[in-house]
């Protein structure tokens, strides 16, 4: 295996893992990488790419049985669909992915050299790599942490006694379940109950807050459970969970919990936990390295993605939220080129964009109108539904809103968020406008076509200074 001292050692094999080998090798660095899992991380695996592919399944699916045309012109369709082909295909889309865009991707990396089996640092500079009893031992000048991170499952009575899934599981079904208690209103949880009711589940949503979503704008968080409770998602809030069991004579799950002091039991099939996810940190014996950890065990780095140790960094998911396969990736190669090239890259995290692809999409960047009032105790705020937007008119789409924040004084746009069936696709240029510190002048002031979803940008910038409602859509 040759010399066994690298410049740099990657620990993890996910997005910032390999966008950090990617600029490795640009940089001509005698890198090492250690995959202790599927190559390609949660991503391509078990995340986004899966779980998209399944949601567009699903939209199909409800879109052919009931797609409203208009006025009097409503077609509706009842064929059946072959669960057991969406999976196939799902399945195939990922190999693919992982097979084009990591493996192909890494055997190309000619300073970068693969390592399997789990990692532990030993030292400050060395790693013992452990796989099938034999072991490795490799040393590094820099580090780069990116281990990802794994759902967490509350700790609570009868949580050992039960099956469960957690998003790994969600994809990976041969059928569709009779009944699916979903456990978390956030992204993931939402994503998987509107995926699952559209497949024809019986879906309860249980959430712990008191609203879906809570960090983001409360007009957003209750317009988004209307629209998934009209798609037949049952959702509860401010739910207190106590305790879980198996239904002896029918395999079911019981859940008990507390509503407004009320005692509720619920009954299902199948649950989903979407409680969040914990950074994989355990096994890397980071006491031996000097590596300071947060309360919840992810790493702790500055604002460079640098640890406490000055040659060892870490970037992703194992730092904690926000956890974003694009964010996870940048901070990957910064964190390389600041401990390679002694550079100092920092992401300011206020521009960086963050979506949930339920139907309506929600995505979000900057900051809320709570926040807003928090640091400068006023708000210039505005919120235009997409009844005025001429597009979504034109597509007899009209769900959603947009809401903007901008500075009392200046009118620099801070924040920006968007309930509409392409929230996504839209955000990217909010994302924009805040990273260049656009006014909400400068947006009306840029001509965008007509019609399109983006326009609703300008509407709502424009709604800051007159009543959309009363303007033609040329202007």
């Not at 039991?265 to 947060?294: H, Q, W």
């Amino acid at each position: 295996m040759g010399n066994l001292e690298y410049e740099l050692v990657i620990l993890g094999n996910g997005a910032a893992a390999f966008a950090a080998a990617i600029k490795a090798d640009e940089l001509g660095k005698k890198t090492a990488m250690i995959k202790g899992g599927t190559i390609g991380g949660t991503c391509v695996n078990v995340g986004c790419v899966p779980s998209k592919r399944l949601l567009v399944s699903g939209e199909v699916i409800r879109n052919t049985r009931n797609h409203n045309l208009g006025e009097n012109a409503i077609v509706q369709h009842d064929e059946e669909f072959d669960f057991t082909k969406i999976m196939e295909f799902k399945k195939k889309l990922v190999e693919n992915m992982r097979h084009e865009k990591y493996e192909n991707v890494l055997s190309k990396l000619k300073n970068v050299e693969l390592y399997e089996g789990m990692a532990g640092f030993i030292s400050e500079k060395k790693v013992e790599i452990r796989r099938n009893g034999k072991s490795t031992v490799i040393s590094g000048e820099k580090f780069v942490i990116a281990t990802g991170a794994s759902p967490s499952i509350p700790k609570l009575q009868g949580t050992d006694s039960i099956d469960y899934w957690t998003n790994i599981e969600g994809l990976e079904q041969e059928k569709v379940p009779e009944s699916l208690i979903v456990i978390g209103g956030r992204a993931l949880g939402l994503e998987f109950a509107q995926m699952y009711n559209r497949f024809g589940t019986r879906v309860t949503v249980l959430q712990r807050s008191p609203s879906l979503i809570p960090e983001e704008e409360p007009e957003m968080a209750k317009a988004l459970k209307t629209y998934l409770e009209e798609d037949g998602i049952a959702i509860h809030t401010g739910v207190a969970l106590k305790s879980f069991e198996k239904n002896a004579k029918n395999n079911r799950v019981i859940v008990r919990a507390e509503i407004n002091g009320r005692q509720v039991m619920f009954e299902s099939s199948s649950i989903l936990f979407a409680t969040g996810r914990a950074p994989n940190t355990k096994s890397l014996n980071v006491e031996n390295a000097k590596i300071k950890l947060d309360t919840k065990g992810e790493i702790t780095i500055d604002s460079e993605m640098r640890t406490n140790n000055p040659n060892i960094f870490a970037a992703g998911d194992v730092t904690g939220e926000p956890m974003l396969e694009s964010l996870a990736a940048r901070e990957g190669t910064y964190a390389v080129e600041n401990a390679l090239l002694g550079l100092h890259k920092k992401i300011d995290k206020s521009t960086v964009p963050k979506a949930i692809f339920t139907d309506p999409q929600f995505a979000s960047v900057g900051i809320t109108e709570s926040e807003a009032l928090e640091r400068f105790r006023a708000c210039t705020c505005r919120l235009v539904r997409f009844t005025d937007v001429p597009k979504a008119i034109i597509l007899g789409d009209t769900r959603g809103m947009i809401k903007m924040v901008a500075h009392p004084e200046t009118h620099v746009i801070l924040g920006v968020q968007i309930l509409s069936p392409m929230a996504a696709e839209i955000i990217h240029e909010a994302a924009m406008i805040i990273k260049d510190r656009y006014r909400i002048e400068d947006v009306i002031d840029t001509i965008h076509v007509f019609p399109t979803m983006s326009e609703s940008l300008k509407i709502v910038a424009q709604s800051f200074f007159r009543s959309v409602k009363d303007t033609s859509c040329c202007i």
